[in-house]
């Protein structure tokens, strides 16, 4: 038993400790041909290497969700082994695009630690930097889970909650210096709605929905190196069932969100997200989106949009999202509010 | 909903109308490594770099079936989104291999438009383009579906028919430039069965057969691109079934004719077909081909051969293909007509 | 019927026949990427082009087990499906690493046949070779099948069995010539334990466990081209189960092996492997490791470590082998006995 992985504790976390995490991968052409047959995904910045070429480009890059999935797996065994919650996202933002070849690595630094008042759990939060081979950030998000105390005599450390922004502002955006989207063809990219033809609280409802397969998540989640027993082993939980990953279900929504959202091609903040509930094989996942603002760029003919995205379970009503109390709804699986780029 | 894609109905065809679908897809060797993890496809033209080039070739094309799936499922959200049926195929030819690292786009013209009598729906004839990168065409064949009208008071067009070629003459077979079989390795290809052992009227039985799983041709349908709702959602229809995308079990039957016809390397044309019953996960699939003819061509060493490829669900009586009353039987799923190059 | 492989009966095996196996098959990053879909597959080696780099190859090389595999599906259609039971392998050696890119063949030579007293099947050896493009072997192993007799009345052969080594020596294992693993960076490889923190005897449980779907595993096996029926036609058996590629199993116990032997980097030789017990989707599969042996290499910075690995089912006691009776205890599913590099 010495030699495998107990993961850390809630007490083994010091602030400022920087955790290097292992197994770094080389992402490429293999990897995006898995994400379009696990996801419907559609975004033709993606999909295609002219498209690209055209909005400034050398090729179609890596997806977004892609390099946030490899670099959140690899911080799993360190971080959320022994986590009983995933509480929270906040300041993630894209700040280089990935290429095929390139190799991703991440590195998690502890912002911040609170324990329970139970003494038998604390919240940790992390700041999580993805690195490409040349040792640049390509993607740095913050997000704080509830981890167990293995030893519940350890002390208590000081609580120190970081001050997190609630929203990315736009002016701290980072757009790809080549990105130019003035030659852009709509027409390709399959819808003819632009930057501007979006209000600050429109909502879309995506219409399309699917139903998930055991096989499908297990595939997605091991592509991205995301070992947490809890998505892969039938009898880890009482009930037989395998918990879904959380990004899985961000994944397929992004994707679905394709029909209204066609020209929201590329993410490049998450502001926060919540993972309402959880998802399970045979749920039917459908989603629908909110405009919550919108902000002008530097880039050629690029804007940036603020969007909530939500995913919701098949049988809610349209748009669903909070009870009467204030609380998730039961069918919705996710909350995550972002910003993306879109031609003016 | 304005923003969402409502697909179009019947009466919003006009002859003559081209159609330029969206989201372009580069396809490289992730997808050729997919497809042989979908189907079990062994023509070693598709499997070897270097069978490939000592058939004079530069490298393994993308498989044929890939070209037609990705040209095909552009078409999806344009034409057959609102279908009640897929009628038909005719007049199919691949015009250029496909190469890992090309991007493919799709054009659809409306050739042919006839309301039914009951003035609900229609029959829309579009010719599909595929192009590549460079805008040539790769692909082209006609399909015709059946589409339900959005408004009925809406007059009916009036009726044009297209004259469509039953079979495709091998005169009008385009054929590779470099394309040699005269140093074709047989015992590397699998069969020593050349063109010339084949008869016309030869029937053969596939023997193997596969269990289709819902991950399985939903991988392989979001692989395509092709976003028919009826393929995902189990919630759509009141069975609860999803239906299987045709294309996915024309793969599967092609991959199963290997056994039998491994030397039939390369789909040049696509005379037509029928997506006999509909299929569904859990069916046990096996294939069975008859050669309807066969052609000489200038290539060197290079046959052509006519076959009809059909795929029967499991506990059909061998060559099972229509019953007294000259419908299909109901365990036939597929009939596919098309012609191949096959080694002399 | 006379169109499609019979494949070979007892009787039509002969010593010194060399079999050469049919479809060779270019393997490059999709198979990479399908890989670590389908299999938690982390050692680093064979994850990222840059880890690969430091340890002195010039990019990350394709999984030993994707070279295993397939050479070893390229058999099948000669050597095993007439098969009734897979009973050995002994002295397998991976020779050369196989590269994105290269195409694969293999080879088969019959050394030794052995009819059995009930004359109606037999014991068939055969050395299998795979080799790349330039015709080098790259691996190569001893495998024994028991194959029915086609024909009852062919009179049996001289019986001639192979004298084969239990284990490898370790002074014939095949380092490649550049591996150095001098500036081996144990943190970015997952775990810190050296060749010198293992000791022989020592046992290790992977903790983890993964419960296997239908999709999966015909999705490996038909990646590897490995054609046998029983695999995919849940028709083929009367209990209606598909009868999980045992190669299935090797490749997701060793990826689970990587909890406790991270630094088990690279697979050199194969000393022996029982596929002990069936498995089938729905089980959830373990893994334990017990450390048999032991060497030093004359590589930089490399030591070699020979493990047994073990896969069993959820529910089996730690450490689970063999019953009173000296048998294989019902819950092992795979006992593989196999050589490693290690950083010292």
Not at 130 to 153: A, F, H, I, P, T
């Amino acid at each position: 038993m010495g030699k495998t992985n107990a993961g850390r504790f809630f007490e083994d976390y010091r602030i400022g400790q920087v955790i290097r995490h292992a197994v770094p991968r080389t992402v490429a052409e293999g990897e995006r041909a898995l994400y379009h047959a696990l996801y419907p995904a559609r975004h033709a910045l993606y999909s295609s290497d002219e498209f690209a070429a055209r909005c400034g480009l050398e090729s179609s890059p890596i997806d977004d969700l892609i390099a946030f999935h490899v670099v959140f797996g690899k911080t799993v065994p360190d971080v959320s082994l022994n986590a009983v919650a995933n509480l929270g996202y906040a300041e993630g933002r894209w700040r280089l695009p990935v290429w095929p070849g390139d190799t991703l690595r991440s590195e998690s630094e502890v912002i911040g630690l609170k324990e329970n008042s139970n003494g038998k759990s604390g919240v940790v939060y992390v700041r999580t930097r993805g690195y490409n081979q040349m040792d640049e950030v390509v993607l740095d998000y913050v997000r704080w889970v509830m981890v167990r105390k293995g030893d519940l005599s350890a002390p208590a450390p000081e609580t120190v909650v970081p001050e997190l922004k609630t929203v990315v502002p736009p002016e701290d955006l980072l757009i790809p210096e080549e990105l130019d989207f003035t030659e852009y063809d709509f027409e390709l990219a399959g819808e003819p709605h632009r930057w501007g033809d979006y209000a600050v609280g429109e909502k879309i409802d995506h219409v399309d929905g699917v139903t998930i397969e055991e096989a499908e998540h297990m595939l997605a989640t091991r592509l991205w190196q995301n070992t947490a027993k809890v998505h892969f082993d039938a009898t880890f939980r009482e009930d037989g069932r395998r918990l879904i990953y959380g990004g899985h279900v961000i994944s397929l929504a992004r994707a679905l969100s394709f029909n209204g959202l066609a020209n929201a091609q590329m993410i490049v903040a998450l502001n926060g997200g919540a993972h309402a509930n959880p998802c399970f094989a045979g749920d039917t996942v459908r989603a629908w989106s909110e405009v919550l603002d919108k902000a002008e760029t530097d880039a050629p003919g690029v804007g940036a949009i603020r969007l909530r995205l939500v995913a919701v379970k098949h049988g809610a009503e349209p748009f669903t999202l909070r009870g009467a109390d204030g609380k998730y709804a039961p069918e919705v699986l996710l909350d995550l509010d972002y910003w993306a780029l879109m031609p003016l």
